[in-house]
């Protein structure tokens, strides 16, 4: 074979495993430390504990209030072993929603671990900064932000439920593959309740710097959102259609400060 190997071009285009090459029968030293460093960071995102602490103090910088709830999984051996119990709040999580006030907002925002902490404190409060615009322009009202311990997708039904949100939005720490320990995940509901299915919802994926911006994902998500409160829906009765939206979006929007630095040469 002469010139480039056509797979060091493919390669370059994409984060997954291929054209590796190879050293006698096995993968080549480097590579073969590579894939252990990437399963040790994925292993790592799932099993290191959440400073609930620090995420919402990230929060509130940003001019949110919060709250601070755990599931009804005790620890991380039991929400692993127990993922139903990481879909309901534990009973103080529960008594401490109840003490909110009672007046019906139109969202609420759930910030939960899931099985990525390191997703939610890397990428959080970085969404929330891209978000916030669109709350204050479309004048939504907010309940506190509820910051969510041992916490899966479903939990946010509850809470949603509790504080009388026409909508919740729960932010979750994705599970990590191995090119990606920092996923956040944004899931939407309309009217939650406890016992929604996740065909009641909207997700969007892959949030993080190798994925989708904060920036676009906050785009999409107002606009889901938006069709969300005026159709009465998500899930897939509520397909996204933000790209009509988008492209007529001004490029400051959905880049952020990245379209304020000098054009590349």
Request: proline share 6%.
């Amino acid at each position: 074979m002469t010139g480039e190997d056509p797979w060091a071009r493919l390669a370059r285009l994409t984060p997954a495993r291929i054209g590796l090459g190879r050293a006698g029968a096995g993968l080549p030293t480097i590579e073969v430390l590579r894939f252990g460093l990437a399963h040790a960071q994925a292993r790592d995102a799932v099993h290191t504990p959440m400073d609930a602490g620090e995420v919402a103090a990230g929060i509130e910088a940003l001019g949110f209030t919060t709250l601070t709830v755990a599931s009804a999984a005790t620890d991380r051996a039991t929400y692993l072993r127990r993922p139903d119990l990481g879909r309901a709040l534990s009973e103080d999580g529960l008594a401490a929603l109840t003490q909110e006030p009672a007046e019906p907002v139109d969202l609420a925002i759930v910030v939960a671990d899931g099985l990525s902490a390191r997703a939610v404190h890397e990428g959080a409060a970085g969404f929330l900064t891209a978000f916030k615009p669109h709350i204050d322009k479309a004048g939504w009202s907010l309940a506190p932000v509820v910051v969510a311990t041992q916490g899966r997708v479903a939990l946010g039904d509850g809470i949603g439920a509790a504080l009388k949100a026409r909508a919740v939005v729960v932010l979750i720490g994705e599970r990590p593959g191995l090119s990606s320990p920092d996923s956040l995940g944004v899931y939407l509901t309309f009217a939650p309740r406890v016992g929604r299915s996740d065909a009641e919802r909207n997700c969007i994926s892959n949030v993080r710097p190798a994925g989708l911006s904060h920036e676009l994902a906050a785009f999409k998500l107002e606009w889901l959102l938006r069709e969300a409160l005026l159709r009465g829906i998500t899930g897939v009765s509520l397909k996204d259609g933000s790209g009509v939206a988008l492209e007529a979006a001004p490029r400051s929007e959905l880049l952020g400060d990245a379209s304020k630095a000098d054009p590349a040469p």
